[in-house]
């Protein structure tokens, strides 16, 4: 199983097209079972819900915590691999 | 107090502004935070309403001010401290009271650096002078000093360099002219 950093590092590495929320640094299992139970079921979607969120990232964290009950560092992985996505 | 559920969107939307919350569009799948977070804010007791802990600029304090006097008719609540803010303090110590807070978390509006230094120019005469006579002078005088300091490197540091380099180029053309070189320079 890959470390935070390391799937930070792959998710990066090339545009996200259909990867999965798995593939989200932070984003586990058990986690991406809960957002694809939201119809959060890939990456992009995800993405999208950051950009709604202005990209503010305590209301991202806040919703993270409310849909998928997704802890500090968690949200921390997701944050950083939504901002470099983003703004790369 | 209706039911966060059956608000409009727009309603949404100005609640949270009430409260102060960032937040961007109302769409579903915000909604939810959206009201967990305004119904945590309420549990909190109306603490948003003009309090000197907020971070406000003045343009925005006095906007919100005129947009709530309406609204708090209806409400019950805090208006017993809101009153008691509102008399107790002039409209100028108010902002300032706010514009103490403000240097901690600068917006693109005004420029987070002017009120830093507006600040720390406040913090000067605290003792000497009354909390009334502190405001009044303070705001309108402070902005334009507060502009040669927000230099990186002050003024007159400027200027004795200039001069040294400029000495320093008078010694090297008059040495080229003359031709014994001058102590120093080889």
Request: with cysteine; net charge negative; glycine share 6%.
């Amino acid at each position: 199983m890959s470390s935070t950093s390391q799937k930070h590092k792959d998710f990066v590495a090339e545009p996200m097209g259909e990867k999965p929320v798995n593939a989200l640094a932070g984003i586990g299992e058990v986690l991406g079972k809960r957002l694809e139970e939201k119809s959060f079921d890939k990456a992009y979607v995800v993405l999208g819900q950051f950009l709604v969120l202005k990209k503010d990232e305590e209301l991202f964290r806040d919703w993270l915590k409310d849909t998928c009950s997704a802890n500090t560092k968690q949200q921390d992985g997701e944050i950083t691999t939504e901002k470099a996505t983003h703004f790369n | 107090m209706s039911s966060l559920r059956s608000k409009t969107v727009k309603e949404m939307s100005d609640l949270l502004d009430e409260y102060e919350i960032k937040h961007g569009p109302v769409v579903d799948s915000t909604r939810s935070l959206y009201e967990r977070k305004l119904k945590e804010a309420m549990a909190k007791g109306k603490k948003a309403k003009p309090s000197p802990d907020q971070t406000y600029y003045r343009e925005e304090e006095e906007v919100t001010y005129e947009y709530r006097t309406p609204d708090r008719s209806d409400g019950a609540g805090d208006s017993g401290s809101y009153i008691r803010s509102r008399p107790a303090c002039s409209e100028r110590e108010f902002k300032h009271e706010t514009s103490y807070s403000n240097y901690s978390r600068p917006k693109p509006e005004y420029g987070g650096k002017e009120f830093s230094d507006e600040s720390h120019m406040y913090d000067l005469p605290p003792t000497s002078k009354s909390p009334y006579l502190k405001s009044t002078p303070g705001p309108p005088k402070e902005a334009p000093k507060a502009l040669p300091s927000s230099r990186l490197v002050p003024l007159w540091v400027q200027f004795v360099f200039f001069v040294a380099v400029a000495v320093f180029l008078y010694l090297v053309f008059s040495s080229m002219e003359t031709n014994e070189p001058i102590k120093g320079i080889e």
